[in-house]
């Protein structure tokens, strides 16, 4: 069996009403047993000035007390009228906006995000309006980037689900004869969204927190010296050329190897699916406590109202040739997810039709720091 719960402005008043009654009842009591005491005490003053009151003494003391009961009981009457009022009053002052808070949430529930506390000239009231309406645009925000997150993934898997839905229903009505190119162009779609699911259940991982960071210090040299060589024995002749600015002494960086690897390949991916001539060179400098490694292209560059929205997911500034080269739109934003756990962060420079620079920092290994220092 439930018990009764009392609201908060029934909690408010009854407070009120018990700390007035308390303050009443010590008043009575107090004036009730002194104040025909005082009386006594200045009538003998009188007596004593030369004024007889002595015939009269019992009958004054007790009108006295006559008088000043009834005196107090309208008091009290009055008081406690008034206080009560005022009291009833202040509580449904302080209640009202916790009301209408319970009333935007059940909005909340209901969907309607876009409901907000308006402000209180309690401190307290709009303290707390004001933590409930930052909570609520956090929360709109992330609804938003849901909402938006499915309509990008619906996208990007229609139009593979699409083709592999055609390319079978030729092959089982008989309408499309079964060759290499066909299953080869069956295997590319299918890769496309294995990729595509891959990198949403990493972003995903990254976001959630569930994808932790192995930092340790390590050497940036002989890693990017490997990539860079594992890319260039790709290209063909016609090739943009692929080269390594790396000083042979530079302090080591703390980070995971795996997931700065990770970050590089998706660079270097990128710079070499948007640069069809001229270099790519992968470049690192130090820059105080911070480690810089950049990507520099001379490709087809990225339009200035597009620079804002590099790092967003499945963001195309060319979704046609993106979409035809095989990329799933994801993988800055993973880069950019990965840089933020390395407490890093990353940037990128782009002109038109001159190239883009996309470079993100580490933190120099406490070690190197604790040396520079005592030097």
Same mark, same amino acid.
């Not at 030369?50 to 019992?58: L, Y």
């Given at each position: 069996?439930?018990?009764?719960?009392?609201?908060?402005?029934?909690?408010?008043?009854?407070? $009120?009403?018990?700390?007035?009654?308390?303050?009443?009842?010590?008043?009575? /009591?107090?004036?009730?047993?002194?104040? &025909?005491?005082?009386?006594?005490?200045?009538? *003998?003053?009188?007596?004593?000035?030369?004024?007889?009151?002595?015939?009269?003494?019992?009958?004054?003391?007790?009108?006295?007390?006559?008088?000043?009961?009834?005196?107090?009981?309208?008091?009290?009457?009055?008081?406690?009228?008034?206080?009560?009022?005022?009291?009833?009053?202040?509580?449904?002052?302080? @209640?009202?906006?916790?009301?209408?808070?319970?009333?935007?949430?059940?909005?909340?529930?209901?969907? $309607?995000?876009?409901?907000?506390?308006?402000?209180?000239?309690? &401190?307290?009231?709009?303290?707390?309006?004001?933590?409930?309406?930052?909570?609520?645009?956090?929360?709109?925000?992330?609804?938003? *980037?849901?909402?938006?997150?499915?309509?990008?993934?619906?996208?990007?898997?229609?139009? &593979?689900? =699409?083709?592999?839905?055609?390319?079978?229903?030729?092959? /089982?009505?008989? =309408?499309?004869?079964?060759?290499?190119?066909?299953?080869?162009?069956?295997?590319?779609?299918?890769?496309?969204?294995?990729?595509?699911?891959?990198?949403?259940?990493?972003?995903? +991982?990254?976001?959630?927190?569930?994808?932790?960071?192995?930092?340790?210090?390590?050497?940036?040299?002989?890693?990017?010296?490997?990539?860079?060589?594992?890319?260039? #024995?790709?290209?063909?002749?016609?090739?943009?050329?692929?080269?390594?600015?790396?000083?042979?002494?530079?302090?080591?960086?703390?980070?995971?190897?795996?997931?700065?690897?990770?970050?590089?390949?998706?660079?270097?991916?990128?710079?070499?699916?948007?640069?069809?001539?001229?270099?790519?060179? @992968?470049?690192?400098?130090?820059?105080?406590? +911070?480690?810089?490694?950049?990507?520099?292209?001379?490709?087809?560059?990225?339009?200035?109202? #597009?620079? &804002?929205?590099?790092?967003? *997911?499945?963001?195309?500034? #060319?979704?046609? *040739?993106?979409?035809?080269?095989?990329? =799933?739109?994801?993988?800055?934003?993973?880069?950019?997810?990965?840089?933020?756990?390395?407490?890093?962060?990353?940037?990128?420079?782009?002109?038109?039709?001159?190239?883009?620079?996309?470079?993100?920092?580490?933190?120099?290994?406490?070690?190197?720091?604790?040396?520079? +220092?005592?030097?």
């Amino acid at each position: 069996m439930e018990k009764n719960k009392v609201g908060l402005r029934s909690r408010l008043f009854l407070s $009120h009403v018990i700390v007035m009654v308390v303050g009443l009842l010590t008043l009575l /009591a107090i004036s009730k047993i002194s104040s &025909p005491r005082f009386f006594a005490v200045y009538l *003998r003053q009188i007596e004593i000035g030369g004024m007889r009151v002595g015939q009269v003494r019992t009958q004054l003391i007790r009108s006295f007390d006559d008088a000043w009961s009834k005196g107090a009981f309208w008091s009290v009457v009055v008081g406690a009228s008034t206080a009560g009022g005022l009291s009833y009053l202040v509580s449904k002052r302080i @209640v009202q906006p916790l009301i209408q808070m319970e009333e935007i949430t059940k909005k909340f529930a209901a969907g $309607h995000l876009e409901e907000r506390v308006p402000p209180n000239e309690i &401190p307290e009231v709009d303290q707390l309006a004001t933590s409930f309406n930052r909570m609520a645009a956090t929360l709109e925000g992330v609804e938003q *980037r849901r909402r938006e997150l499915v309509s990008d993934l619906t996208h990007e898997l229609r139009t &593979p689900l =699409t083709v592999l839905k055609g390319y079978l229903e030729g092959l /089982a009505d008989g =309408t499309i004869e079964p060759s290499t190119d066909i299953y080869e162009r069956l295997s590319r779609e299918t890769g496309r969204m294995q990729r595509l699911v891959n990198d949403l259940q990493e972003l995903s +991982k990254m976001e959630a927190g569930y994808l932790p960071i192995d930092a340790r210090p390590m050497e940036l040299q002989p890693l990017l010296s490997s990539i860079v060589r594992r890319f260039a #024995d790709q290209l063909v002749e016609d090739s943009p050329q692929l080269l390594l600015d790396c000083p042979s002494e530079i302090p080591r960086v703390s980070a995971d190897p795996e997931r700065v690897e990770q970050i590089i390949v998706n660079l270097i991916g990128n710079a070499l699916r948007y640069t069809s001539k001229g270099s790519i060179v @992968v470049k690192v400098y130090p820059e105080q406590d +911070k480690m810089w490694i950049a990507v520099i292209d001379t490709g087809q560059g990225i339009a200035p109202e #597009d620079l &804002p929205h590099v790092f967003e *997911r499945f963001w195309r500034a #060319d979704r046609s *040739r993106d979409r035809h080269s095989g990329g =799933t739109g994801i993988g800055l934003a993973i880069c950019s997810r990965l840089v933020e756990l390395h407490g890093g962060k990353i940037q990128v420079e782009s002109q038109l039709g001159k190239g883009s620079t996309f470079r993100f920092s580490l933190p120099i290994a406490r070690e190197k720091l604790i040396a520079l +220092k005592k030097t």
